[in-house]
C-alpha cells in the first residue's frame, strides 16, 4: 500500500492502521469518538496527504477548466478564492467533486480525492487544450486542522503562517514560507488546510500536536463530514448519478452560453431521484450504507449512516424518490427490522450546532 510522509509518527501514535483507496492511513489513535468530539469542540489534525493537488497552468487553463468542471471558475476573480465544483462525464454523472483554487492569472490548484486521483487525471488529460498544463504535485503532504480553536493551535504551532493567513476568508487560500494554506473545510467547522513540501510535514505534525490540536483519523473524519452532510466520492455520488441527485445541483453553473462536459445531459435529464437526509427515531439498530428505505413515493437506499456522536443518534444520506421532501416519515430495513426515521435537509450539524 501507498504510505503518507507521516506513516512513521502515526505509528509511533498508536494509531490503527487501514487501507483506503489503495493508502496505509490511520483509523483512530485510541477512540473514534473522542477525536470528534475534538474536532467539534476544541481542534484536532488530519493526515490527508492521499488526496492530490493538481496544478493547472498555461494561457488556456481557465478555458480548461471552463469546459472540464460543472462550476465555473470564472467566478474566481481574485487570486486566493476558491470553488467547489463536480466533474463530469457526457451523461451528466459525477466522477469526482473536487475544489479550485485560483491561485495566479492563468494558473489553478485543484485537490483531487484519493480514489479518483489517478482517473481524474487520465480524464483531464483527455480534455486537456494544447495551452494548458496538467502538474500533479505528488512532493507535497497535506494537513487539516479543523475545530472552533483549530485556527489559534495552528497559529501557535506555526506562527511564521500567521500575519499571511490572519485575514484569510472562508473559501480562500493563501501562499506563504513554501506553503499554500487554505480555508475549506470538510468536517463543518472552522480551520485551515496546509500543504506543504513532503520533507518538512513531520515538523509541522508534531508542533500541531504539541500547540494541543489532537491527531484524528479517517473514523472521525467520516462521522463529522456525515453530520456536515457532506459527500463522500464513489459512495454518495458516482457516475450514475447527476449532481442534482445527490445534493450538489448548487454546484452546477448553467448560467449563460458556457459550454461543460455533461451539460447537454443534465439539461436534458430529468432528477430521477434526491438526496435527503435521515435521523432514526426508533432504538434498535444503526443506519447504514445500502440499507433499503420505503418512502411515501417509493423505495430509495441509504449511500452513508453511522451513529452521531454529537447529535447522539443515528443518521443518514440516502438516495430518495424524486418526489419525497423534508419532514417525511419512512422506513428503513435494518437486518430483520424496519424501524422509522424521518427525512431532513442536510446538514445535520455546522459549527458544533444541531440543525434538524
Aim: proline share 5%.
Amino acid at each position: 500500500m501507498l504510505r503518507t510522509p507521516l506513516h512513521d509518527a502515526h505509528r509511533a501514535a498508536g494509531a490503527k492502521l487501514v487501507e483506503f483507496a489503495g493508502w496505509d492511513m490511520p483509523l483512530h489513535y485510541g477512540s473514534q469518538v473522542e477525536e470528534h468530539h475534538a474536532v467539534r469542540r476544541d481542534a484536532g489534525v488530519f493526515d490527508t496527504s492521499h488526496m492530490l493537488a493538481v496544478d493547472v497552468e498555461g494561457a488556456q487553463a481557465t478555458a480548461f477548466l471552463r469546459g472540464a468542471l460543472a462550476n465555473d471558475v470564472e467566478r474566481l476573480r481574485s487570486p486566493g478564492k476558491a470553488l467547489y465544483s463536480c466533474l463530469l462525464d457526457e451523461s451528466g454523472g459525477v466522477l469526482d467533486d473536487l475544489i479550485v483554487y485560483f491561485t495566479a492569472p492563468h494558473r489553478y490548484r485543484v485537490v483531487l480525492n484519493a480514489a479518483t486521483a489517478e482517473a481524474d487525471i487520465a480524464w483531464l488529460e483527455k480534455l486537456r487544450p494544447a495551452g494548458a498544463g496538467l502538474r500533479p504535485r505528488r512532493e507535497l503532504a497535506m494537513l487539516a486542522v479543523q475545530g472552533p480553536r483549530a485556527r489559534e493551535k495552528f497559529w501557535a504551532a506555526l506562527p511564521e503562517l500567521r500575519v499571511a493567513s490572519e485575514e484569510l476568508a472562508n473559501f480562500g487560500s493563501i501562499e506563504s514560507n513554501d506553503c499554500f494554506v487554505a480555508r475549506t473545510g470538510y468536517t463543518g467547522e472552522d480551520g485551515f488546510e496546509l500543504l506543504l513540501p513532503a520533507g518538512r510535514a513531520a515538523d509541522a505534525w508534531q508542533r500541531l500536536l504539541a500547540a494541543g490540536a489532537r491527531p484524528c483519523g479517517l473514523g472521525a473524519r467520516d462521522t463529522l463530514r456525515l453530520e456536515a452532510g457532506m459527500n463522500l466520492s464513489g459512495q454518495d455520488m458516482d457516475a450514475a448519478v447527476t449532481p442534482y441527485e445527490c445534493g450538489l445541483g448548487w454546484t452546477v453553473a448553467l448560467n449563460g452560453a458556457r459550454d461543460f462536459v455533461g451539460r447537454r445531459a443534465l439539461e436534458a435529464r430529468s432528477p430521477r431521484c434526491k438526496m435527503l437526509g435521515l435521523v432514526l427515531e426508533e432504538r434498535g439498530g444503526v443506519l447504514r450504507a445500502h440499507q433499503p428505505v420505503q418512502a411515501p413515493g417509493g423505495e430509495g437506499t441509504i449511500t452513508s449512516g453511522s451513529f452521531s456522536p454529537t447529535m447522539n443518534v443515528s443518521i443518514a444520506l440516502a438516495r430518495l424518490p424524486a418526489s419525497c421532501a423534508p419532514g417525511e416519515r419512512v422506513q428503513v430495513a435494518v437486518r430483520d427490522k424496519r424501524l422509522a426515521a424521518r427525512t431532513v435537509r442536510p446538514p445535520f450539524v455546522r459549527h458544533g450546532k444541531i440543525l434538524v
